[in-house]
């Protein structure tokens, strides 16, 4: 099993292509991942990136957005809003798992962690801007209830990250098992020609994926099934209610 040491960033990275050694070499400057904050700092940092997640531009990485190189399909006014309400759903499912990192990164004990989750968390921004993105091309406004969405999930992140490292990391992964599911689903009930949608859809799982493996790697543990299943109920009751508010 590969130990949390082999999350120490690369010095020279090799057999990457451009872009990769780009993040790589973003990830080895000393950004705010690689600074120790104390608990205070790590709070204000936690409310200027909910500010920023909620009604702001929040940081990046340096990725292309997936939609960008393919051609926009003719949608029907039916197929418009479906594709619009789904992409909306999947923006408040961004937003809640930026609260969730950060509420981890609050309370998450080693610092490796730390630094591991807000990488992934910098990668669901990129999410939450291509979905934002598109649902604003598709005509559709976000949902009104993203305060309540992050709110909810950064109490339920710190609560999985105060649980200790290794349940906190087993419920990242859960979380992003349960993702790639829901866009799979996602996938297929998206317009067979909307190609935007989809490749912003097909690059969020692979990403989520990662994600996935990524905190199983690190340790992460299986989660007791009955914490499954509440997980399951809690994103049921959130995606339902984003794809009308
Ligand atoms: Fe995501
Ligand atoms: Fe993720």
Redesign the pocket.
Known sequence: MQTLTSFTRPEQPTGHTCAERARLSNMNKPDDTSRQYSPVDQLLIGIDTGIRTLFGQPKITERSNPAQNQTGAELSETERQLAGRLMRINHA??VA?QGLYQGQALTARLPQIRQQMERAAL??ND?LDWCEKRAKELGTHVSALNPVWYAGSAAIGALAGLAGDKWSLGFVAETEKQ?VKHLEKHLGQLPEHDNKSRAILEQ?KK??GRHATVALEAGGTELPRPVKKLMGLTSKIMTRTAFWV
Request: no cysteine; hydrophobic share 30%.
């Open positions: 499912g961004e798992a990668e669901e999410h993702v969020m990403d989520e």
